[in-house]
């Protein structure tokens, strides 16, 4: 079994910054890709931005210049770093990983921008 263990999430002002981390654990013996995702009340859970095994990323054209992700493979842990942060990026954030056997989502982690 496969385990994500989210961090970072909270309340922040608009222009604000955040950094969420996503640590992977358990039976998975190759990571082919980990990603956020978030999903605000109402809408589809959405792509946020990911990272390949070979270090490629996708991001939402919503984030693009403003969000960065970044592996420490060492450690099996993503990082997202969330800067001019805005209300429209008000939802809860859930960490992806997919590989062999099996992927695996965390529990989310809420993330809040005030006006």
């Known amino acids: 079994q496969v385990q994500l263990v989210e961090s970072g999430g909270g309340l922040v002002q608009a222009g604000g910054s955040l950094r969420l981390s996503c640590a992977v654990s358990g039976s998975i013996f190759r990571i082919d890709a980990m990603g956020w995702y978030r999903q605000a009340p109402g809408k589809w859970r959405d792509l946020v931005a990911e990272?390949?095994?070979?270090?490629?990323?996708n991001y939402a054209d919503s984030v693009k210049g403003r969000f960065t992700i970044s592996r420490d493979n060492a450690k099996n842990t993503i990082h997202l770093q969330m800067n001019s942060l805005k209300p429209e990026d008000t939802a809860v954030y859930y960490c992806?990983?997919?590989?062999?056997?099996?992927?695996?989502w965390g529990q989310g982690t809420q993330v809040t921008v005030s006006p």
């Open positions: 990272i390949t095994s070979g270090d490629s990323t």
């Open positions: 992806n990983v997919r590989g062999w056997p099996s992927g695996s």
